[in-house]
């Protein structure tokens, strides 16, 4: 079995992601709330619009991969 990360596992159930640099941001509905409970870096914040976001720093891979090429 492969493993998943974190980036992989919410686009995989349809979670609405964004990013900035190497930090990952999921808009926080119950699905992203729940793939990402133990994720040590998570905190919650608020965007411009009013709708809640997950952060997780260092996690949006396409930046990673970007920098191993």
């Known amino acids: 079995m492969t493993h998943q990360s974190i980036y992989q596992k919410l686009v995989a ?6 990013s900035h640099e190497s930090d990952l941001y999921a808009k926080a509905t119950p699905d992203a709330v729940q ?5 040590g870096n998570r905190t ?5 619009d009013g ?3 997950l952060e997780l720093p260092f ?3 396409p ?3 970007a920098r191993r090429r």
């Not at 159930?13 to 964004?18: F, I």
């Open 13 to 18: 159930a349809g979670c609405e992601v964004d």
């Open 35 to 39: 793939l990402t409970n133990g994720c």
């Open 44 to 48: 919650f914040f608020v965007s411009h």
């Open 51 to 53: 709708s809640q976001w």
């Open 59 to 61: 996690a949006y891979d």
């Open 63 to 65: 930046w990673w991969e």
